[in-house]
């Protein structure tokens, strides 16, 4: 053996101990596992895609009744119950209901877009849409 072998055996003894990382635990969000039977439980906790799809699930849902559009709204539509409300790019420009008509019923917050100068600068704050209110709500003449 030569002293350069030495060397490198000296030095792997000073490496710092790896151990496999075990995956980090998901985040769940308020009352998600309450929601199943232990034995449902069991079953997801055996089928990891789908426990987080519904852990994605569960999460959107609470977002949307705390009345936050998803990031993917970028668009928006009048719809003839709640006003205008956004969605995502690409909806027609009026509807008759929204997703966001079961917050309505509920008693939930409905989001409110503002109007494109308002939200790049130009105009300081939300701007009405024709035929509705400052505070989005459409005018009742605009219905009649």
């Avoid at 909806?91 to 209901?97: K, R, Y």
Wanted: glycine share 12%.
């Amino acid at each position: 053996m030569s002293g350069g072998e030495n060397l490198l055996d000296l030095a792997e003894l000073f490496q710092p101990v790896t151990t496999p990382e075990s995956p980090p635990e998901p985040i769940e969000a308020p009352g998600f596992r309450e929601q199943f039977t232990p034995r449902q439980w069991a079953a997801l906790d055996r089928n990891p895609d789908i426990l987080q799809a519904l852990r994605l699930a569960h999460a959107f849902g609470l977002t949307r009744a705390a009345g936050l559009a998803p990031d993917h709204y970028t668009g928006q539509t009048v719809c003839q119950s709640c006003g205008p409300v956004p969605i995502w790019e690409g909806a027609p420009a009026s509807v008759q209901g929204c997703p966001w008509c079961t917050n309505r019923i509920e008693g939930l917050p409905i989001p409110k877009p503002m109007h494109r100068l308002a939200k790049e600068g130009g105009g300081g704050g939300p701007v009405a849409l024709p035929g509705h209110d400052q505070d989005g709500s459409p005018r009742k003449e605009a219905w009649a």
